[in-house]
T-cell receptor, first 116, second 108 residues
Framework: KAGVTQTPRYLIKTRGQQVTLSCSPISGHRSVSWYQQTPGQGLQFLFEYFSETQRNKGNFPGRFSGRQFSNSRSEMNVSTLELGDSALYLC???????????????FGEGSRLTVL | LAKTTQPISMDSYEGQEVNITCSHNNIATNDYITWYQQFPSQGPRFIIQGYKTKVTNEVASLFIPADRKSSTLSLPRVSLSDTAVYYCLVGDMDKYIFGTGTRLKVLA
């Protein structure tokens, strides 16, 4: 079974630009969540989508947005990039109730964004 | 905000048993407790999950007292490759809140 796939793995942008990151969840998983990880702030929750609806949202400005498609693939977008947006962006998918564990998160390898 | 409190860091030696305790005083009746491990530049990886008493799998044990206000992740006979950050998560919708985690360093 293929794992969570994130693209691109690495990208460099300049301040003011926008960026779109993609996440393909494990087949059958309908929940996709996004995280930002920086050395200073740790692993912070951005938002979570389930069946194309945003179900939970972290404390990030409106420049950070996301969406989920009918095939459960998800994208997140960051507009008007700032230097502080440089981070590893992680996506995770989960099967709500697997029977063994509840809501176990499966993470991708991340997209490392550098803003110059 | 994370509903959990963990030590920021711990050091151990190879071959020792490591116990990492997480406090979650406000745990709700239907909340599960889940632990993840993260290596640098990788996404966290699920280790173990429990609701009460003791759970054991091939890599760790999870001890949960009757009041469920804390839990302890036990790693038997750690090796250098167990050096990582360990996160304790509690809850249903709060399961996405990772907190700062515990940075475990295993020394030779």
């Amino acid at each position: 079974k293929a794992g969570v796939t994130q693209t691109p793995r690495y990208l460099i942008k300049t301040r003011g630009q926008q960026v779109t990151l993609s996440c393909s969840p494990i087949s059958g998983h309908r929940s996709v969540s996004w995280y930002q990880q920086t050395p200073g702030q740790g692993l912070q929750f951005l938002f979570e989508y389930f069946s194309e609806t945003q179900r939970n949202k972290g404390n990030f400005p409106g420049r950070f947005s996301g969406r989920q498609f009918s095939n459960s693939r998800s994208e997140m977008n960051v507009s008007t990039l700032e230097l502080g947006d440089s981070a590893l962006y992680l996506c995770a998918s989960s099967l709500e109730y697997s029977g063994a564990y509840t809501g176990e998160l499966f993470f991708g390898e991340g997209s490392r964004l550098t803003v110059l | 905000l994370a509903k959990t409190t963990q030590p920021i860091s711990m050091d151990s030696y190879e071959g020792q048993e490591v116990n990492i305790t997480c406090s979650h005083n406000n745990i709700a009746t239907n909340d599960y407790i889940t632990w993840y491990q993260q290596f640098p530049s990788q996404g966290p990886r699920f280790i173990i999950q429990g609701y009460k008493t003791k759970v054991t799998n091939e890599v760790a044990s999870l001890f949960i007292p009757a009041d469920r206000k804390s839990s302890t992740l036990s790693l038997p006979r750690v090796s250098l490759s167990d050096t990582a950050v360990y996160y304790c998560l509690v809850g249903d919708m709060d399961k996405y809140i990772f907190g700062t985690g515990t940075r475990l360093k295993v020394l030779a």
